[in-house]
T-cell receptor, first 116, second 116 residues
Framework: AQSVTQLGSHVSVSEGALVLLRCNYS??????LFWYVQYPNQGLQLLLK??????LVKGINGFEAEFKKSETSFHLTKPSAHMSDAAEYFC??????????????FGQGTILTVHP | EPEVTQTPSHQVTQMGQEVILRCVPI?????FYWYRQILGQKVEFLVS????????KSEIFDDQFSVERPDGSNFTLKIRSTKLEDSAMYFC??????????????FGAGSRLTVL
């Protein structure tokens, strides 16, 4: 069984400040890890993913995340927040292989607010 | 950029009525999924569909739910007799392959179902 915990349902930062959204996962097999972003009235858009290989993953819009197996974490960061980053962010886990690849287990989401 | 299209964007229905939510996945995709998000809760996997049959379903996906791909382009979710607790945002997703970690789910913008 898999699970995802996102610490903090709401995170508020100032424009230009560091963004850190926390995600911890539980998986009995090597996980695939994802961050999705949802802007108002839009679908879930993939920010970045970790499957295998390099543990520091770079995504779109300047975001990156680091897979830390020892800490079972996959925190999302961005050095400098923009107003346009305001959205809801979802961490998700899946396991490799077969159609279960598309069976994502999501965290509860973190709403990011960016203040001028 | 190819996208997954969902209709309607919002549907209000009376308890006990049948509802059909429609999705047009990306044209070359082969694996299809429905997820839902009850307000304030996590995005949850409902069902995956490949080669014209259900490949996996969750406990939520009981006999009241059904999916089909009636014409090679649309992918529908039917709820036979809606309950109040079916009120949620329903997301359709698709991917070209389920076997490779390089592939990701593309989500639609969602259909909000309100059951009165």
């Amino acid at each position: 069984a898999q699970s995802v915990t996102q610490l903090g349902s709401h995170v508020s930062v100032s424009e230009g400040a560091l963004v850190l959204l926390r995600c911890n996962y539980s998986s009995s097999v090597p996980p695939y890890l994802f961050w999705y972003v949802q802007y108002p009235n839009q679908g879930l858009q993939l920010l970045l993913k970790y499957t295998t290989g390099a543990t520091l993953v770079k995504g779109i819009n300047g975001f990156e995340a680091e897979f830390k197996k020892s800490e079972t974490s996959f925190h999302l960061t961005k050095p400098s927040a923009h107003m346009s980053d305001a959205a809801e962010y979802f961490c998700a886990v899946s396991t490799a292989g077969g159609t279960s690849y598309g069976k994502l287990t999501f965290g509860q989401g973190t709403i990011l607010t960016v203040h001028p | 950029e190819p996208e997954v299209t969902q209709t309607p964007s919002h549907q209000v229905t009376q308890m006990g009525q049948e509802v059909i939510l429609r999705c047009v996945p990306i044209s070359n995709h082969l694996y299809f999924y429905w997820y839902r998000q009850i307000l304030g809760q996590k995005v949850e996997f409902l069902v995956s569909f490949y080669n014209n049959e259900i490949s996996e379903k969750s406990e939520i996906f009981d006999d009241q739910f059904s999916v089909e791909r009636p014409d090679g382009s649309n992918f529908t979710l039917k709820i036979r007799s809606t309950k109040l607790e079916d009120s949620a945002m329903y997301f359709c997703a698709s991917t070209s392959q389920g076997l490779s970690g390089a592939n990701v789910l593309t989500f639609g913008a969602g259909s909000r179902l309100t059951v009165l």
